[in-house]
């Protein structure tokens, strides 16, 4: 009987045990993914205040983590382009999507990135045809469909990619307004 009573105590504790490592684990992980979320805005802010060597550097620790991390190679996109280097932020961009297929904001990227560029318009729509049909909430992105359906003067595909815009945000003004 008391032998029993050991075990019972013993599996106790390693019952006890599992549950604090399994807590302590949680807790690291939340800390590690709030830090790393903490590092990307960081970063992004140095892009926005073109702070270009810090946000690399950054972004760089970022992957040196994780490789697999899309937000950093998101990052390194924005940056590039910033820098005015499009065919690698496309690159990065792609990496980003790599790593998180239905990344939205990613192919809304490569969408605006191709659309600097020269001949690069039937590319630039059909990123962001591709952003809009994971997020068909994205406004800007039937804007810039609409706007590069101007552009190259195919009116209908124009009017049909507001008009879808609007069925999908029906309270967007921005939507609206253009129409008018």
């Given amino acids: 009987m008391l032998y029993f009573i050991r075990c019972a ?83 990065k961009f792609e990496r980003a999507i790599r790593y998180d297929n239905d990344y939205t904001m990613a192919y809304y990227q490569i969408g605006k990135t191709y659309a600097t560029m020269e001949n690069g318009s039937l590319k630039a729509l059909d990123n962001f045809k591709k952003a809009v049909r994971r997020d068909e909430h994205l406004i800007d992105g039937y804007l810039e469909i609409t706007r590069l359906h101007i552009e190259t003067e195919w009116r209908g595909e124009a009017l049909k990619a507001l008009t879808e815009g609007i069925a999908n945000n029906p309270d967007s003004h921005i939507l609206i307004e253009k129409t008018h």
């Fill in 9 to 91: 105590v013993s599996l106790k504790s390693v019952f006890l045990l599992g549950i604090y490592l399994f807590l302590n684990s949680s807790l690291l992980f939340a800390a590690s993914e709030n830090s790393w979320q903490t590092a990307y805005q960081s970063a992004l802010q140095y892009i926005e205040n073109q702070n270009y060597e810090q946000a690399e550097s950054i972004l760089q620790e970022l992957l040196d983590e994780n490789k697999k991390l899309p937000q950093a190679w998101y990052g390194m996109g924005l940056l590039k382009r910033a820098q005015g280097v499009p065919d690698e932020a496309i690159k």
